[in-house]
């Protein structure tokens, strides 16, 4: 009678912290030569799929995993999808059951509940080769407030003539479902210029900015570009005539 | 009031032997006393290599004192685990089974030199694989095996090792062979009778290990074995992980079947008594027999490529095995009473008093079945599908088959050694009280180790690394600190090393020492209820045969199927690690180049030759 009892029990007790599903043969067999030609792990990374439904690719690799840390907002549903590049290896995040073995040729699914920020060591537990003790990331669960998926990218000119625009395309992507209203801000010498955006979800924001160079005057010039919390920067270079193109990239080299 | 009585009778028949003396194994069987002193000595040497090699990965992963760089961990860590799972238990084992065989058939074996010849295939097979492990301490030679006593692909280990272990497993497929046949021989002289009990065990184990073992022969002979030697380029990881645990799982029963054959024919013995029942000691070695293939998958609850529905199937055949384990418990406790209850002792609890507890060997055993009772209510934890995503692969899982393997089995062993070595000998035991200060010592060692593993186990804290000690987090310990369990491991660890210490100058100090007069007679314990009440279908070893045989196909089939499907018979493109291989290739490269130059100038004289006579 007990004994039965206690069968029952552990069969379902379980499922406690973090509501898991279990790790079965869902997902499809992937090479792991050919990881860099998936849509999925070419870049390791987390999406959001739904309200509150994110999903996060990560690829293990002798003693490594990317992305490292991986970052989800609280009140959230994650679903780890991990293959291994190499040997088999384990997806573990210390202390719940969030468990899996990653298997090479194989892509482990494990969906989880985040209810609050919290931050969880994540380690291989399956042996690995010598580096295995040293096989660990982090998973930070962070307020929603602090939380985005978004890029910035800023691509811009090097070198200017002295009188011409200085240009800066930048480019915002939103990898949330919902809208980022964000201002974009570039910083360049003295200037300062603003720009309030609206980029929809799932979607990505393009916008060149200019500055006239004249104000800036000759020589080197730091420049940032910040939207939220990322920032992209560089120096650009105002002289007097490009056309000087050997002697102004000696001097260049000087200056760096 | 009573008590003190009886207590007073419990030792004046403890302080000399409990047990008749006369006639000893080494009297009556002494070219096979031979070679089970043999299998028992190899046996200890895998012991002391293993323990060694324990205490220094326990202080290592505990950071107390490192000799040795983290790398090289994983060297010690297959080293104890193959020395002590592989050869430890299994050439006690042999020793074992041989010494029940030839007792309870009251024969000799059959050809004396067969018998020599599966010792030295299996000494072989495990000094190959022994040499191939121990050469990853040094970079001089190119090889290495630190694959663990898993060894799961792609990790590779030199081919060396997995010859050696084919080998070994060879030996006790010969092994088994010997003892059947021994069984065929007395049969015919004994047409109708029952299988004496011991060799009735031994017959359902070694059936049980000839189905277990075509899992890992497979892998190894149609996989690893040709991919380590640059045969074939890739294997399909989860397909020789699968076969591994085919037979990963029986393996366990394998090393508690001898320990459960002391527990029915020993344990009732010392404690001056009859074992309870022979009909449910029959009944336990059948359902061993029957279920311990068929769930192997549950040690693969946490692999991607396995359905759940597989996963469950395993998860239910799990819990129907405890219900030998349980039926164990119950025997053994009931024969124990018998005993104590012969031997004077009375009331409820107060019989436990009676039984022979100065004694080592019965000792050594009760406190080996105390301990396995932990064992087997941690492992019904593991076996539940979802705390095992909890504790999968952390330290709970050591903690739990130190108990069982590492105590219900090496303790038992231990203790047993105590009545073996004299039977095998000739000579009295030396040293009774270092002998149980011995087996307590374990007892205590084993309780702080085990206990402090299930609990880091918890924590999260991973089983199988050389550092525990993350940089990015800590872990939460609700009671205590991870300093205090990792104070108790390692003091475990100390106590069971000075245990050992103690065990092997027993041994020694026996076997050093001359021969006597005073050892027990060889036999073993008989039966309250005897054969005669057993149904006769039992002794049926072919029709259990073929169940056994039909329970595998039932519950591995399908899985094996839809792994090849899945991955193909030998994986999408996998790369071996580390990539040593080489010297194997080039050593065929370099006999292949020279046959096709030996061919050539061959080809060359020839012509030259027939150009010659043609001209
Ligand atoms: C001096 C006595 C012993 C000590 C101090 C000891 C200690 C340990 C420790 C600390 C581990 C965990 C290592 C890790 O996962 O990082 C371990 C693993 C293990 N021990 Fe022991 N042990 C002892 C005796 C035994 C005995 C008697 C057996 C079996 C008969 C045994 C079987 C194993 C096995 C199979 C493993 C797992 C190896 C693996 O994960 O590949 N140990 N031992
Ligand atoms: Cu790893
Ligand atoms: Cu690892």
Redesign the pocket.
Known sequence: MVLIVGIIATITYGTVGLGIAMVDDEEDTISPSELDEDERFSDPRVEQVGENEYEAYVVAQTFIYQPDPIEVPEDSEVTFYVTSRDVIHSFSLVGTNVNTMVVPGEVSSVTAEFDEPAEYGVICNE?CGSGHHDMEGMLYVVPEDEFDLTELSVTADDEVELGDDATFDVTVENGQLDDLETAIELEVGDETIEEDVTVPGDDTYETTLTVDSTDLGEGDHDWTVTVDDHTESGTLSVVEDLEDDEDDEDGGDDDE | MSDATVNDAAKTTESTTSEPLGETYLDKFPAEAKVVRSALYSSFLA?AL??????I??LH??DFLRIMESET?YTV??A???F??IA??IFFLVGVFTWAVTTSLDREVEDIRFTWAWLGTMTAGAAMAAAAILAGFTDSLDMSADV???FYAPMQAHPLFYLGLTVFVVGTWMAGADWFRSWFAWKKENPGERIPLPTFMVLTTMIMWYVATLGVATAILAFLLPWSLGLIDSVNPTLTRTLFWFFGHPVVYF?LMPAYMMWYVLLPKLSGGKLFSDPLARVVFVLFLLLSTPVGIHHQYLDPGISEGFKFIAMTNTMFLLLPSLLTAFTVVASMEHGARQRGGTGRIGWLKALPWRDPVFAGMALAGLMFAAGGFSGMINAGMNINYLVHNT?W??GH??LT???A??LTFMAASYWFIPQLTGKKLWNRPVALVQVVLWFV??TF?ANA?HRAGLLGM?????E?QYDGFEYEAGVGSVAELDAQ?AL???I??L??VLFFAVIIGTVLGSRSDEVPANGYADTLSGPEDSPKILDNLKLWFGLAVVLVIIAYTFPLLSIIERGGLFGPDITAFPQSIDIVSMAWLTVEQYATDTFTSATEVAQATIDGVLR
């Not at chain 2, 293993?50 to 205490?55: D, K, P, Q, R, Y």
């Not at chain 2, 991973?462 to 050389?466: D, E, G, H, L, Q």
């Open positions: 042996y | 012991l293993g323990g060694l090699f324990g205490v990965q326990t992963r505990t961990y860590l297959t104890h685990g193959v002590l799972v430890f238990t663990l006593f898993t090393w330290l899982v050591p088959f130190h393997v590492g105590t089995v090496a060692g084993m180790m593993m991973p089983r199988r690394t050389a525990p491991i475990g660890g100390i069971l090393t245990s050992l």
